[in-house]
């Protein structure tokens, strides 16, 4: 029995140590297992970070590849709209001389048609014969245009002006002749007159530049001078579409001054000019320039003695100073000469310096 106890008790003693050791050992691998599902997890978030990174890394790159892409597209654009801005400016100075002469033929009456006759070209001119009782008297233009082609005046004017406009060049067109011989009707009457004629086509051209961010502005200014005296009919007015030219030829139709006469049943008195200014920003680089449209009065001649009107004789005396400067100030131009702008209002009005 003694035996019996001290073997049990021994035994017992051994199990209670083997039990010891195993609650140590499951303690050391439950802390074991902390550990390791505190590292799993610190991978596991290292590994999100990593991914996330090289997921913004990745975008980023993207980003860029798509901005330098589209920055080379865009300089590439410009470069090619620089290039066409000046060699077409180029070209346009090549080919037109500094002042150029275009006619067009009023409809005359029938038994007058045998007066007038366009002969063959010279020296790269086309001269018109005016034949009457004292004799012919022959003129020399650059163009000839009879009485139905408004729009083909337009559209060959305008043509070789809008790409020397654009690239900043100061440039003035001037109508001139009789009284009642259609000038204002070419200038003014129409979608195909020439005004809206140019100013439609430089809105088209210098909207057709904003897929590079270019940006521009228009502005207006319109004087009437009526008897060597200049009234500013419109001033600084904005055209941003093709109404507000439209609203600007209605304003200026009404507000000049007409008066009936002889040959002309609504005659202008006095000589108007407008004065269109483009600013044009492309690239960082600024172009402006100035577009002149000159509408003179009609010439005619002072009435007999018996029919003077004091009021008309004034108005022709004014109109024929300015035509007469006018003249004057491009045949000087023409002959690089010292233009003599302020001997008449006309003239210093169409002085842009």
Request: with cysteine; hydrophobic share 40%; glycine share 4%.
């Given at each position: 029995?003694?035996?019996?106890?001290?073997?049990?008790?021994r035994?017992v003693?051994?199990?209670?140590?083997r039990?010891?050791?195993?609650?140590?050992?499951?303690?050391?691998?439950?802390r074991e297992?902390v550990?390791v599902?505190?590292?799993?997890?610190?991978?596991?978030q290292?590994?999100?970070?990593v991914?996330?990174?090289?997921?913004?890394?990745?975008e980023?790159s993207?980003?860029r590849?798509t901005?330098?892409?589209?920055?080379?597209l865009?300089?590439?654009?410009?470069?090619?709209?620089?290039?066409?801005?000046?060699?077409?400016?180029f070209?346009s100075?090549?080919v037109l001389?500094?002042?150029?002469?275009t006619i067009?033929?009023r409809p005359v009456a029938?038994?007058s048609i045998?007066?007038?006759?366009a002969?063959?070209s010279?020296?790269?001119?086309?001269?018109?014969?005016l034949?009457?009782k004292?004799?012919t008297r022959t003129?020399?233009?650059?163009?000839?245009?009879?009485?139905r082609?408004?729009?083909?005046?337009?559209?060959?004017?305008?043509?070789?002006?809008?790409p020397?406009?654009?690239?900043?060049?100061?440039?003035?067109?001037?109508?001139?002749?009789?009284?009642g011989?259609?000038k204002?009707?070419t200038?003014?009457e129409?979608?195909?007159?020439?005004v809206?004629?140019?100013?439609y086509?430089i809105?088209?051209?210098?909207?057709?530049?904003?897929?590079?961010s270019?940006t521009?502005q228009?502005?207006?200014?319109?004087t009437?001078i009526?008897?060597e005296?200049a009234?500013?009919?419109?001033?600084?007015?904005?055209l941003?579409?093709k109404?507000?030219l439209?609203?600007l030829?209605e304003?200026?139709a009404?507000q000049?001054?007409?008066r009936?006469t002889a040959k002309?049943?609504?005659?202008?008195?006095?000589?108007?000019v407008?004065?269109?200014?483009?600013?044009?920003q492309?690239?960082?680089?600024?172009?402006?320039?100035?577009l002149l449209?000159?509408?003179l009065?009609?010439s005619?001649?002072l009435?007999?003695d018996?029919?003077?009107?004091?009021?008309?004789?004034?108005?022709l005396?004014?109109?024929?100073k300015?035509?007469?400067?006018?003249?004057?100030?491009?045949?000087k131009?023409?002959?690089?000469?010292?233009?003599p702008?302020?001997?008449s209002e006309?003239g210093?009005?169409?002085?842009?310096?």
């Amino acid at each position: 029995m003694t035996f019996v106890k001290s073997w049990h008790k021994r035994h017992v003693e051994h199990l209670e140590r083997r039990i010891t050791l195993l609650a140590e050992r499951e303690s050391t691998l439950l802390r074991e297992t902390v550990l390791v599902r505190q590292r799993i997890q610190k991978q596991s978030q290292q590994m999100t970070f990593v991914i996330s990174w090289h997921k913004r890394h990745v975008e980023h790159s993207e980003r860029r590849i798509t901005l330098l892409t589209e920055r080379e597209l865009t300089l590439f654009r410009r470069t090619i709209l620089k290039s066409e801005h000046a060699l077409t400016a180029f070209a346009s100075l090549m080919v037109l001389p500094t002042v150029y002469s275009t006619i067009r033929i009023r409809p005359v009456a029938a038994k007058s048609i045998t007066n007038i006759c366009a002969v063959h070209s010279r020296g790269g001119l086309t001269a018109v014969e005016l034949r009457s009782k004292t004799g012919t008297r022959t003129y020399q233009f650059d163009q000839v245009f009879d009485c139905r082609s408004t729009a083909r005046v337009t559209s060959s004017v305008v043509s070789d002006l809008v790409p020397m406009i654009i690239s900043g060049l100061d440039l003035c067109i001037a109508v001139t002749g009789q009284s009642g011989s259609g000038k204002s009707f070419t200038m003014f009457e129409g979608a195909d007159a020439i005004v809206p004629g140019a100013f439609y086509a430089i809105l088209d051209t210098l909207r057709r530049r904003r897929f590079v961010s270019a940006t521009f502005q228009i502005t207006c200014m319109v004087t009437e001078i009526y008897m060597e005296q200049a009234v500013i009919l419109i001033n600084d007015t904005s055209l941003k579409q093709k109404s507000d030219l439209t609203q600007l030829l209605e304003a200026v139709a009404h507000q000049r001054k007409l008066r009936s006469t002889a040959k002309n049943a609504a005659s202008s008195r006095s000589h108007i000019v407008i004065k269109m200014d483009i600013l044009h920003q492309f690239d960082n680089s600024t172009n402006s320039s100035t577009l002149l449209f000159v509408d003179l009065a009609g010439s005619e001649s002072l009435p007999s003695d018996n029919k003077r009107d004091a009021t008309l004789e004034l108005e022709l005396k004014g109109i024929n100073k300015g035509r007469d400067a006018f003249g004057q100030c491009v045949r000087k131009y023409k002959a690089r000469e010292v233009v003599p702008w302020r001997d008449s209002e006309v003239g210093h009005g169409c002085n842009t310096g």
